[in-house]
């Protein structure tokens, strides 16, 4: 998607701080964290949102929690994590491109609205 900000840091023409990429996903380091842990774990596929999730995209989704214990490991999550996902307008999502929050670091409030 030419527009699309996640697909530019997927193509590499806006760079980002990776933590972990194969041919299926990437994760980076996002740029305005909420946590002392905040990394954005988001498919190479463009699929715009959550909402978007069908049996032909399904596998990547599935995929990414294959990957995420092992991206939370590499990055000291020891003590657990939280994954976020936000969706279209009423979730706040401000980028539409799939992705989830991976968050530690810390004990996390337990508020989720
Ligand atoms: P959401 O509100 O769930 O759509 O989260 C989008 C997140 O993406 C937000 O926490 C800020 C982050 N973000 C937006 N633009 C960039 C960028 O260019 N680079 C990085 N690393 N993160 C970005």
Redesign the pocket.
Known sequence: MADC?FCK?IDGS?P??KVYEDDKIIA?????PQAPVHV?VVPKQHISCADEIDESNADVIAYIFTKIPQIAKSLGLENGYRIVN?CGDDG????KHI?F?LLGGKKLRGQMS
Do not use: T
């Open positions: 900000i840091i806006i980002s701080n980076f380091h996002d740029l305005e954005l936000n706040c999502q401000s980028v992705h929050h």
